[in-house]
């Protein structure tokens, strides 16, 4: 449970740093990042130049959206550490978005499932979530080895 918990909070950090900027003004680290993960996806699934450009577009949406909801559970959540007196109410309210967050991910992710069977192969589609896992780990593992 806990390397459950540390990956998901390095997916989490990772996405944030990916989208916490404008594209523009995006980090050499997110900007790397970004590109990286990208890049094993399309050579982990063999995505042809026309599936890249249909697909990768609707990726990219599908990681905003998600980013977005953490987003906004981090908000809220950091608004009720800020307060000097919250009520109950406040706690309930950003314990639910926190908690929340996996369930509107797998909504997202259900939602953009159905619009990538349409540019993905069945077999692609498995190997998306084996890429993405992939990112991941060599992701962690690099952290590990840093310290």
Do not use: C
């Amino acid at each position: 449970m806990k390397r459950l918990v540390s990956i998901f909070f390095t997916v989490l950090i990772i996405t944030t740093a990916m989208w916490g900027q404008s594209n523009t003004g995006r980090s050499k680290f997110a900007t790397d990042m970004y590109q990286a993960k990208h890049e094993m996806i399309i050579e982990e699934l063999g995505l042809t130049q026309t599936q890249q450009k249909q697909f990768m577009p609707l990726y990219e949406q599908m990681e905003r959206e998600i980013y977005q909801v953490n987003r906004n559970a981090r908000a809220l959540a950091a608004e009720v550490e800020k307060k000097k007196n919250p009520t109950d109410r406040d706690y309930e309210a950003a314990a639910s978005a926190l908690s929340n967050t996996r369930v509107q991910e797998g909504d997202i992710e259900a939602k953009y499932f159905e619009k990538f069977s349409k540019i993905l192969s069945k077999k692609q589609l498995f190997l998306l979530k084996q890429a993405e896992r992939k990112f991941t780990q060599q992701m962690i593992s690099k952290k590990r080895n840093k310290k």
